[in-house]
């Protein structure tokens, strides 16, 4: 497609189960990265890649949180052993690199019982 | 870290009316951005700013960069133009920084 896509839409899952978030970047976009939007409130940088390296980690809350990238292209995002305070929608974005616009993709909206 | 602020939290207008909403940062920026978050969750790109004007419809932006702040103009609103206003700086390196948003709310 056209546009950054995220899988899945939705993930209800148990507290203590881990949980892997897709994201599938724009063709050809350099960069990607992943926030997190608790309900009602703004978005939270988690994790930057430029490549298949990852410059800035700085905003992954714990270190039950992880994310890969491969081939410049495919993201995922692992969250172990979920709380309940990891529910949230999961939003990734991608650009063409520095400075440029960031796209996103639809999110994946996580609820953790 | 850089602060972002906008104002007003919430907006609520009658279809027709027009608005504006302001979005103030506290550094230099490199890149500033003005989303519409739809109220099934979307994020769509409205404006890349960094600097100056433009214009998308009944939507303009204006950014004057050198007073770290940034205007969102929104003319004969819509019930569609409902959902959160969202403005994202970028200082320095990549990470993007939302401000808390304006909740606009058009009334038919």
């Known amino acids: 497609g056209a546009g950054v896509s995220q899988s899945p839409s939705n993930k209800v899952t148990e507290k203590g189960k881990d949980v892997e978030l897709r994201c599938d970047p724009i063709?050809?976009?350099?960069?990607l990265y992943w926030y997190r939007q608790r309900l009602g409130q703004g978005l939270e940088f988690l994790i930057y890649?430029?490549?298949?390296?990852?410059?800035?980690k700085s905003g992954l809350p714990s270190d039950r949180f992880s994310a890969e990238r491969t081939g410049e292209s495919v993201s995922t995002l692992t969250i172990q052993r979920t709380q309940q305070e990891d529910s949230a929608v999961y939003l990734c974005?991608?650009?063409?690199?520095?400075?440029?616009?960031?796209?996103f993709g639809d999110g994946t909206r996580l609820s953790i019982l | 870290g850089i602060q972002v602020e906008q104002s007003p939290p919430d907006l609520i207008l009658q279809e027709g009316a027009n608005s504006t909403l302001r979005c103030n940062f506290s550094?230099?920026?490199?890149?500033l951005q003005w989303f519409h978050q739809n109220p099934w969750g979307q994020l769509i790109n409205l404006f890349y700013?960094?600097?100056g004007t433009k214009q998308n419809g009944r939507l303009s932006a204006t950014t004057v960069a050198t007073e770290r702040y940034s205007l969102l103009y929104i003319s004969s609103s819509q019930t569609t133009d409902s959902g959160v206003y969202f403005c994202?700086?970028?200082?320095?390196?990549?990470?993007?920084?939302f401000g808390t948003g304006t909740r606009l709310t058009i009334i038919p």
């Open positions: 700013i960094p600097s």
């Open positions: 063709s050809g976009h350099t960069a």
């Open positions: 550094d230099s920026v490199n890149n």
């Open positions: 890649f430029q490549g298949n390296s990852a410059p800035d």
């Open positions: 994202a700086v970028l200082f320095g390196n990549e990470k993007l920084t």
């Open positions: 974005a991608s650009t063409t690199g520095h400075g440029q616009p960031q796209h």
